[in-house]
């Protein structure tokens, strides 16, 4: 009797726990870096740590965008540069941790060469075209790794990935910045890697998870918990790639061609993003006339107590 009386007061706590649960949706963009909070939920750990959670998923930023500011979603994946400038346009978010590009290992972007080019060095881009996405995470990248070599390029905008894999493959620029999977489709079809971020000692460049501020306010226990959950993802995740490759190439979109050769990104624990990059992002969005005034790390940046 003890034992039945047990089991439906444990019922009881589960239900209860559930039903005060933060409603929390994710905004989530098919790539990779999303992984370790898709399979929180797939897996039902975000429900075993006390959040509810609905995934929507997004075809490009823009989208995204739009949904965070129409109040459409509560949390979604983006990068620095965008956080900053989302914020000082008004939008009152907070970035509670760094995705990918914690570690240099967790590797974020490559610069490859088209597969006839005689390039073989960073250096060897002097003066060529290199396709990137202006005003954009990317263009970061660009600037601040080639300015280390002072190396000059001409810059050609293709915003649309895909467009500018196919561009790099037909040799009509000269170089590309690409994220995985795609770095990795363009080296299978004979692009050549003439730079990786994680060939730094330091992360140049990170995705982040940022909440509506409105949100948190409401639910103060949901970085809490949204934190134990993406923990317990990615210790799964790290410990055995192979149980979740599937899942992961579905959610990165991974070209059927390299599925046998896709290896699943390092994926590190949950972490604020750090001064010193904050800064270093501001830094370039004024210097390119992105940014009018400094947005300072404090009203942007969520750092947990533990």
């Known amino acids: 009797m003890k034992k039945i009386v047990t089991f439906f007061v444990l019922v009881f706590l589960c239900i209860s726990i559930l039903s005060n ?12 870096d999303a992984a370790p909070v898709v399979i929180a939920h797939n897996d039902g750990i975000f429900k075993r740590n006390g959040i509810d959670t609905k995934i ?5 930023a823009l989208e995204r965008d739009a949904a ?8 979604v994946i983006t990068d620095p540069v965008a956080s900053i400038l989302l914020k000082s346009s008004g939008y009152d978010i907070k970035i509670v941790s760094v995705a990918l590009g914690v570690s240099p290992k967790d590797g974020v ?27 954009s995470i990317i263009e970061y990248v660009a600037d601040r790794t080639l300015s280390l070599k002072h190396i000059k390029v001409k810059k050609i905008n293709i915003r649309k990935m895909p467009l500018r894999v196919q561009m790099l493959l037909d040799s009509q620029v000269d170089a590309a910045i690409l994220p995985e999977p795609l770095a990795s489709y363009a ?9 990786s971020d994680s060939m730094l000692e330091k992360s140049l460049s990170q995705t982040v998870w940022i909440f509506n501020t409105k949100f948190l ?14 923990n317990q993802a990615v210790e799964s995740i790290n410990k ?18 390299i599925l046998s050769i896709y290896k699943i990104p390092h994926f590190s624990y949950f972490k604020p993003l750090n001064k010193d990059s904050y800064r270093d992002y501001q830094k370039w969005l004024i210097e390119k006339g992105l940014l009018k005034k400094p947005v300072p790390y404090s009203s942007i940046v969520y750092v947990t107590s533990n």
Do not use: H, M, W
């Not at 306010?217 to 993406?230: A, C, M, R």
């Not at 055995?240 to 061609?257: E, F, G, H, M, Q």
């Open 240 to 257: 055995n790639p192979d149980k979740y490759k599937s899942t992961i190439t579905l959610i990165a979109r991974v070209p059927k061609a």
């Open 187 to 195: 080296k299978f079809k004979y692009a050549k890697v003439v730079f």
């Open 109 to 135: 972007f490559s610069f490859l060469v088209s597969p006839k080019s005689n390039i073989k060095t960073l250096e060897d881009l002097n003066n060529k075209t290199l396709a990137i996405s202006k005003n």
């Open 21 to 32: 649960a933060a409603q929390l949706r994710i905004g989530v963009l098919k790539i990779e």
């Open 56 to 60: 929507i998923y997004f075809n490009s």
């Open 217 to 230: 306010n409401k639910n103060p226990d949901v970085i809490k918990q949204f934190k134990v959950s993406y």
């Open 68 to 75: 965070l500011q129409a109040n459409a979603v509560d949390c």
